[in-house]
């Protein structure tokens, strides 16, 4: 690696005027002794004790420790070739600390977010083998229990096969909400724009969602007739996602005979917002600043409702933030909850 050093000469120069100030005393001290007045003299042996002097110390740092500065250099930028060597390089001291420290700083900062993001990683692992262990446990024994006999029971066979099947659909369901958030996380998500009806969008979830919610009897409706199309920009499929994921929601955390209401409003001049309210059991507020992080839970034993990923509304947020809009949480334990989010008016 080329490096130019940038040469001091400042100690070489101290050290020798040092040096020829004491022995110009010294020769002095010695002329006087000898009863000599010969400055001419005295002069010619001051500077030349001065260059010599200058040189030879000059010297020896050239040699000894500019060449391991050099090595220092050399070295350091090994490691990170673009940090210090797109520099002119200094021989001075105080830069090359002030280098060195700013090296070293930003080397910590770099450890720190790599150990930061390691500890994500680690975190995510432990949540995914965590969430797929039940239903595959569930899965297992069933299965179990059907080879060790249970098959030729005929009346419980089918239950038995049904609930494994649940736990497969389980599986599937958060395998694949976990492909999405990975999609999403990793900022790989092209957006799809396009200009659609959301009435006629939300509508279609409602449809979509009708027998889960006649099951835990709860209605999903509009908070009035919608008869005019409320136009909207932006990616269809992800906004159908978002709003199916919070409709399920609100099923799954309302009351038996609960009703979910959704409504639509003008905002401000070009935006929109689209409520999704319910009269569920509501979610306390130390847990809603974290509500959206993944595999976030309110309940998190294991006797949950009838669980979901815990990846639902960290889906939800990636996909509205993305579309640079905003989402909005308002709760009370025990009366309901309501998310809302922005969209823009097409
Ligand atoms: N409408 C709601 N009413 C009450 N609690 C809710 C509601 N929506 C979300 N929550 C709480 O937020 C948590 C996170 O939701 P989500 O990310 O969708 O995960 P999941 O539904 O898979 O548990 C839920 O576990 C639940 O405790
Ligand atoms: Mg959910």
């Known amino acids: 690696m080329a490096i130019r050093l940038k040469k001091s000469y400042r100690f070489a120069f101290r ?16 002329m006087r002794f000898y009863n000599l007045n010969n400055w001419v003299l005295l002069v010619i042996l001051t500077s030349s004790s001065f260059l010599i002097s200058f040189f030879i110390v000059q010297q020896r740092i050239e040699r000894f420790i500019y060449r391991r500065i050099k090595r220092i250099y050399d070295d350091v930028s090994l490691l990170e070739s673009s940090s210090l060597t797109s520099r002119t390089i200094t021989t001075d001291m105080s830069t090359l600390t002030a280098e060195i420290e700013k090296f070293a700083q930003d080397k910590k900062i770099e450890i720190d977010t790599l150990r930061i993001r390691e500890e994500y990683r680690k975190d995510f692992l432990g949540n995914v083998s965590h969430e797929l262990k039940t239903p595959l446990f569930t899965v297992q024994g069933y299965l179990e229990t059907l080879l060790d006999g249970a098959i030729d029971d005929k009346n419980v066979r089918k239950k038995y096969l049904q609930r494994a099947n649940k736990a497969v659909d389980r599986l599937i369901y958060i395998v694949k909400d976990l492909d999405l958030i990975t999609k999403l996380e990793a900022g790989d998500m092209n957006l799809t724009w396009e200009e659609f009806d959301i009435i006629e969008l939300i509508k279609n979830v409602f449809e979509l969602l009708e027998m889960k919610a006649v099951k835990q009897k709860i209605s999903l409706t509009f908070d009035m007739d919608y008869v005019e199309p409320i136009f909207v920009r932006g990616d269809r499929e992800k906004i159908r996602q978002v709003i199916s994921n919070l409709l399920v929601n609100s099923i799954k955390y309302g009351y038996e005979n609960g009703t979910t209401e959704v409504s639509v409003e003008n905002l401000i001049q070009n935006k929109v917002i689209v409520r999704v309210t319910d009269n569920g059991e509501g979610i306390p507020e130390q847990h809603i600043p974290r509500l959206f992080e993944r595999f976030y839970r309110v309940d998190k034993s294991g006797n949950r409702k009838e669980g979901g990923s815990g990846l639902g509304l960290a889906i939800v947020k990636h996909i509205i933030e993305a579309h640079e ?3 909005y949480v308002e709760s009370v ?10 969209l823009e008016k097409a």
Do not use: H, Q
């Open 15 to 30: 050290t020798a005027l040092f040096i020829s100030v004491i022995l110009t005393l010294l020769f002095w001290l010695v």
């Open 325 to 327: 809009e905003r989402i």
């Open 333 to 342: 334990v025990g009366v309901g909850s309501e998310f809302s989010f922005t």
